[in-house]
């Protein structure tokens, strides 16, 4: 699949898809999906800080949903490996979808038994509970993924697409805005924080996981018709030497990220290390941590941990199509423009909520503002957005949002300098939140015509773990760049490094269209 330009849906058939079971089903997945990604970002930020964690610590924990950008290294995993007991009461994508969300489940609750304002050590499982939701939403996604593909043909791919995304809207305002109006009526303030109030709005976001779970329990497995034969025909013993590998390089990536960290911040003090050059020492930091993990798992498979030929199939098989179908150079130039289209949005997304808070804005209004209007603001972006990529090609409208996408951002300077302004924060955040979602929309159709479907569900999740994994990696210190910086020059910073992706974007879409020909 090379073309660049969705195919439209016909109106009648549409409307007429949206009464179609898998379509609805989609919704309520959908739900599932979106619920826990706010518990870790904005949700999660604005408890810290009414706890009076360090603005840096709070926007660490932003690297918790990291999981969302490595999880095409686990999805061939998921795609392939049974699970005891559940695949065969439940079947493949069942199975693997039940563990993910009571996963989802537990994350939430760890989370909730701890008052990150107690004890460092507190605050530590709060982390793990953090990222190991991160992890666990990141696998549901994967799942999800890869039972659309599988459940219903092409003609209702795209509204099941549209009731996902609709799905997962409302799980963020329940989960963001939602969180915040209970945590707020439960009595916790900035002033005047309340554990109580934070964990018992943590633990009733664990049950809106049920929606899900009930789904995952009353809806029928894929065809196993659909999926290619020569497929989940790993024996009990290729499966456990799979897994291993996959387990120890995890191992060296925590044990070489975090003892590369004491030796990184003893030269930092050494050298006196001001803010973005720490910023730039901590992301190379990240990147050597993952290449040791990749050279421990190429060197764990020529050991013969597990089969060459095997690994090969799950993990290089896909890449090696991708560049097969586009070149060398097309295709670096393309993964570049997936890794930075979004940094502009994500990086200032990270420290958002704090700065509202900072502000002097309530979580009252943060909800209402934010978490709600902005949510459909969003909608109507993406709308606006996935209209346009059929009208003008989806090239064109990456451009337009990507622009959009940098240029509002400026209008937090405007905020930062007002200060407790009600009506420009309204205003900040319809250009920010239709920025956004006209962007995404456009950007989901491009990844979408970038797979072969023969790679469907793994291709699309390398996409979308790079699109992340950047940003939210420099989205970690933006605590610390703006305790050095200033709000007003940070978020001139956010434009700024948008400003390349104009440039990868006019690039890319003349290499592809070159291709396409």
């Known amino acids: 699949m090379t073309s660049i330009t969705p195919e439209p849906t016909a109106a009648l058939s549409g409307l007429s898809a949206l009464r179609h079971p898998r379509v609805i089903t989609m919704l309520f997945l959908g739900f599932s999906a979106g619920i826990p990604i706010l518990l870790i970002f904005s949700s999660l930020s604005l408890w810290l800080g009414e706890a009076g964690v360090e603005r840096k610590a ?9 999981g969302y950008s490595f999880k095409f290294i686990w999805a061939p995993l998921v795609d392939q490996l049974p699970l005891p007991f ?54 549901q996604d994967i799942v999800i993924d890869a039972y659309r593909i599988e459940s219903a043909p092409v003609n209702l791919q795209a509204m099941m697409s549209s009731t996902y995304i609709a799905g997962y809207r409302i799980g963020m305002v329940v989960a963001g805005a939602g969180a915040l109006f209970l945590a707020d009526a439960l009595g916790s303030t900035k002033g005047a924080y309340s554990y109580g109030a934070w964990q018992m709005t943590y633990a009733l976001m664990a049950l809106t996981m049920l929606v899900g779970i009930i789904t995952t329990l009353t809806i029928n ?49 050494a050298v006196g290390a001001g803010p973005l050059l ?42 090696k199509d991708f560049f097969a179908r586009y070149g060398l150079k097309t295709a670096w130039l393309v993964l570049g423009l997936i890794g930075l289209y979004r940094i502009s949005d994500i990086v200032l997304g990270v420290i958002s ?13 943060i909800a209402t503002a934010v978490k709600t209007y902005g949510v459909l603001i969003g909608i109507a972006g993406s709308v ?134």
Do not use: C
């Open 278 to 319: 720490g910023l730039l020492a901590e992301t190379v930091r990240l990147f050597v941590a993952i290449g040791v993990a990749l050279l421990a798992g190429y060197a764990l498979v020529k050991g013969g941990v597990a089969p060459g030929a095997l690994a090969q199939q799950t993990w290089l098989a896909p890449i």
């Open 58 to 66: 709070v926007t660490f924990f932003s690297w918790a949903a990291l």
């Open 353 to 365: 909520n704090v700065f509202y808070q900072d502000m002097g804005f309530t979580k009252p209004e």
């Open 86 to 139: 559940l695949t065969a009461r439940l079947g493949r994508r069942r199975g693997w979808l039940l563990l993910s969300q009571l996963a989802v489940v537990a994350a939430i609750l760890v989370m909730a038994s701890v008052d990150p304002a107690s004890t460092v050590d507190a605050l530590t499982v709060m982390a793990l509970g953090a990222v190991l939701l991160g992890f666990s939403s990141a696998t």
């Open 221 to 269: 497995e894929p065809d196993v018709a659909t999926r290619d034969p020569k497929q989940h025909m790993l024996t009990s013993g290729q499966n456990a030497r799979m897994l291993l590998v996959f387990v120890l390089a995890v191992l060296v990536f925590i044990a070489t990220f975090f003892y590369g960290g004491q030796q990184l911040d003893v030269l930092k003090a």
């Open 384 to 517: 606006l957005g996935g209209y346009v990529a059929t009208r003008v090609g989806v090239m064109r409208t990456l451009m337009w949002g990507a622009i959009l996408s940098a240029a509002t951002n400026l209008a937090f300077v405007a905020l930062a300098m007002a200060g407790h302004n009600l009506s420009l924060m309204y205003a900040v955040v319809s250009a920010d939140n239709l920025a956004a979602g006209f962007a995404s929309a456009a950007f989901v159709a491009f990844l979408s015509s970038l797979t072969n479907v023969q790679f469907t569900a793994v291709q699309y999740a390398i996409f979308s773990s790079l699109m992340t994994l950047l940003p939210k990696t420099l989205g970690g210190y933006s605590g610390g760049i703006v305790d050095a910086l200033g709000y007003p020059s940070f978020f001139v910073f956010t434009t700024l490094i948008g400003l390349p992706v104009l440039w990868l974007v006019a690039v890319a879409g003349q290499r592809l269209k070159a291709s396409a020909a």
